[in-house]
């Protein structure tokens, strides 16, 4: 699997959140609460976690209690913050509208998987991107190449500042480079990380 | 704001305005003033486009003044796409310039001989009705344009455009923003279509030289606003997502729920959601010298707005709000952002519905008449109704006339009127408020998520389970509370999580008008006002029959979670037993 590094300041940085809420991959420990995924795993504020994250689903299920929903192989989990409207209000982790949206909750029945290492997809969505988006892109990502090429494709290539680096498994490469590589091997996952070395 | 403005078209050697006191209508404002007008001076069973119906234009309680979020506009009548009664609201300037002008409300009644065209023309001075047949045929923008050229720009103007003239039910009324476009929409319903039958084109408001409307204790007022909006200032969701994203933020976590009705409400989830999400739409706005936080009046301190422009860097229409992204984005099977704003400007234009148009739509799609994801064919069905071909008019009068038309069976209305952008299978408690709701499949009418804190039916512990009849119930006289206030229904968020957010509302209202009305009282209202409009669709010949969703929800699961729609028509028949 290719590993591919940028280093550049936080404008560019900021332009592969969007990326985030289609969905990428990340090792996580089975059989794990979300919580001590979010909070041991990843490095998440505890208050950050009751405060800000207040829309949760696993597998697409609205999930209330996160000490007891469990990740397993393969799982989807989706973060947000909170939401407008009656459907926010609605989804909303725990909210007192919870009951008008029964069909689609997390169940209470507990389950116990054996604790062992495996891949989860996160999606972060609106405020959280931002948020908590650094903090995943400078510990990796695996991603499908076509969604980087997607995101990037688009662009000229201004869109790098020109003291912007690209490293293709630890070999420095131009632009034009990396998408011909993304082009070419669009179907598989790659490494991404980001460091943001300065900011302007 | 002690008076209202009569317009009778039909009056004998042409229209004339007159003036009546508030009267029984006193201390009313927003729904309550035109869901009471209409359910006392309209017949129930009048045709909608007939003399005997009238159209109501009402701000709120607090428009025209310094208390934030007030400038929206309610908007009432028979409905031609319900047969029951309709209040459908907007923002935009006319609330503010109107409430200025000192008018509680504007009636349009009666109905003009010969096939004339009107302009009315309110200033300070008074109210000037004139024929203006040049406005013939013309969309909103370029009747907007042609009143700037003649009244100059401090005007905020009331519009329809060919949707509204061709009488078609899908035809929504325009109020101008900030920067004088017709974007802001009284969509829901076909007003327009009833705007049409009255034949008048625009109103036009002017307040130069009129005051700013002062509240009786100032000193409470001031104090309660800057806490009101300083509550709203703080809350994650009126002071962070929606600026930044507007009410797109919404789509990605509909999507993830499963509830983001998708190819005419077939599935639950849309492909191409990251593509026109409230994320990828702000950074767009962005990115292209647009904006992506904008309010749509003067005031608004949540501006959950934003102004999108096209690929060269200029405007094409405001921000694409959530359900009209949905409409005519995920249930047409379009992820095209271009084109989905492409169709929002058309929509403001001919003056349509961009809900109701959307679903048509996509009821057409199922039909055949073209495939899902044809953003282009979308387009031409919309060009089609500005031309006023028999295929446009069938379009432009919603989908349940467009699935009969074609022989469609899976048509997502409830009481005529198009389901919007959530699944009820999937979120069921807003399947019941779909159901029951006075105004036909409505989101909004059950939006007052601050019910909690209104303590409607007593205080709902967070930690007990209720029901979800209860719920809708409790949601739907909140909302129906709020509107009546003219505020925006966004601040409900801030009001369900801050006591004293909603409290700052509360004297906002008793300090301005110098009355002490309490929770229950707005409690109170809300029901008086659910318990009008339902007393009217019962005498316009509504049974509890038609406070059903369409029986495919029942029996046609939704992927990804596979469920129907189960609320049993028993528990749907107890939503209005209090
Ligand atoms: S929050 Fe949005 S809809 Fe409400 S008044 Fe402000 S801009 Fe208008």
Not at chain 1, 114 to 138: A, M, V, Y
Not at chain 2, 233 to 241: D, E, F, I, L
């Amino acid at each position: 699997m290719r590993h591919i590094h940028l280093e550049g300041d936080g404008k560019l940085e900021k332009s592969f959140f969007l990326m985030l809420q289609g969905g990428f991959y990340v090792e996580c420990p089975i059989g794990t609460s979300i919580k001590e995924f979010l909070v041991d795993s990843i490095g998440i504020d505890e208050t950050y976690l009751a405060e800000k994250i207040s829309t949760i689903f696993l597998d697409g299920k609205c999930v209330d209690d996160i000490g007891k929903a469990v990740i397993e192989e393969g799982s989807t989990l989706a973060l947000s913050s909170a939401m407008p409207g009656l459907a926010g209000a609605i989804l909303k982790r725990g909210g007192p509208l919870k009951v008008m949206r029964d069909g689609i909750s997390y169940g209470k029945e507990e389950k116990f998987l054996q604790k062992r290492k495996g891949i989860c997809s996160i999606k972060l969505f609106n405020l959280l991107t931002e948020d908590l988006g650094p903090l995943f892109l400078k510990s990796g990502i695996y991603i499908k190449a076509r969604d980087l090429s997607g995101l990037i494709s688009t662009k000229s290539c201004q869109f790098l500042p020109r003291d912007a680096t690209i490293t293709v498994d630890g070999k420095s490469v131009d632009f034009e480079v990396l998408l011909d590589i993304l082009k070419e091997e669009e179907d598989e996952l790659l490494f991404f990380t980001f460091d943001v070395k300065w900011e302007r | 704001m002690d008076k209202i403005l009569r317009i009778d078209l039909g009056a004998e050697g042409g229209p004339k305005a007159y003036e009546t006191p508030l009267g029984d209508y006193s201390g009313l404002g927003g729904r309550a003033l035109t869901s009471t007008i209409v359910a006392s001076e309209v017949p129930p069973t009048c045709h909608p486009l007939g003399k005997e119906n009238k159209l109501v234009i009402a701000p709120g309680l607090l428009s025209g003044s310094a208390a934030a979020m007030s400038g929206r506009i309610s908007i009432g009548c028979k409905s031609p796409l319900t047969g029951g009664i309709k209040e459908s609201n907007a923002g935009g300037q006319p609330s503010q310039v109107l409430a200025r002008l000192g008018y509680a409300a504007i009636v349009l009644e009666g109905k003009p001989k010969g096939d004339d065209i009107y302009r009315v023309f309110i200033n300070k001075e008074g109210v000037k009705i004139e024929v203006d047949n040049t406005l013939k045929g013309l969309g909103n923008y370029g009747v907007v344009e042609k009143m700037r050229a003649q009244f100059g720009d401090k005007i905020a103007c009331i519009s329809i455009g060919q949707a509204g003239e061709m009488k078609l039910s899908g035809a929504s009324i325009a109020c101008t923003d900030m920067e004088l476009r017709p974007t802001r929409h009284a969509g829901r319903g076909g007003v327009g279509a009833v705007m049409g039958s009255k034949q008048v084109k625009v109103i036009v408001l002017d307040d130069t030289g009129m005051a700013m409307r002062q509240p009786k204790d100032p000193e409470k007022f001031r104090k309660a606003n800057t806490a009101f909006v300083e509550g709203l200032r703080k809350h994650g969701v009126t002071g962070q997502a929606l600026p930044a994203y507007g009410t797109n933020v919404l789509a990605n976590i509909l999507n993830e729920a499963g509830g983001y009705p998708t190819y005419n409400f077939k599935v639950g989830r849309f492909p191409g959601t990251s593509k026109i999400s409230g994320e990828t739409e702000a950074a767009l706005e962005t990115e292209r010298g647009g904006l992506a936080t904008h309010g749509c009046h003067r005031g608004c301190v949540i501006r959950c707005s934003g102004i999108y422009n096209d690929k060269d860097g200029h405007y094409l229409t405001k921000q694409p709000e959530y359900e009209t992204v949905w409409a005519h984005g995920a249930d047409c099977g379009i992820d095209d952002l271009d084109k989905i704003a492409y169709m929002d400007f058309l929509d403001d234009d001919i003056g349509l519905d961009t809900i109701e148009m959307g679903v048509t739509i996509g009821v057409a799609m199922e039909a055949g008449l073209l495939k899902f994801g044809d953003a282009d064919g979308a387009i031409n069905l919309l060009q089609e109704i500005k031309k006023g071909t028999p295929l446009g008019r069938i379009i432009g009068s919603g989908a349940a006339v467009t699935g009969k038309v074609f022989g469609v069976e899976r048509v997502p209305v409830v009481k005529g009127q198009g389901i919007p952008a959530y699944d009820p299978r999937a979120v069921k408690g807003l399947g019941v408020t779909y159901a029951t709701s006075t105004m036909g499949a409505d989101h909004t009418a059950g939006y007052a998520t601050a019910s909690n804190i209104l303590k409607v039916g007593g205080f709902v512990d967070p930690l007990k389970p209720v029901g979800q009849i209860e719920l809708s119930r409790n949601l739907q006289i909140a909302t129906a509370a709020i509107d009546s206030t003219g505020m925006c229904l966004f601040i409900a968020f801030a009001l369900l999580d801050q006591p004293e957010t909603y409290q700052s509302l509360l004297d906002m209202i008793n300090a301005f008008h110098g009355i002490s009305l309490t929770s229950d009282d707005v409690v109170a209202l809300g029901k008086k006002v659910l318990k009008t409009e339902r007393d009217f669709n019962i005498r316009a010949g509504f049974t509890k029959e038609m406070d059903r969703l369409p029986e495919f929800f029942k029996y046609e699961a939704v992927p990804p979670h596979n469920v129907v729609f189960d609320v049993p028509d028993e528990e749907l028949d107890s939503v209005f037993n209090w």
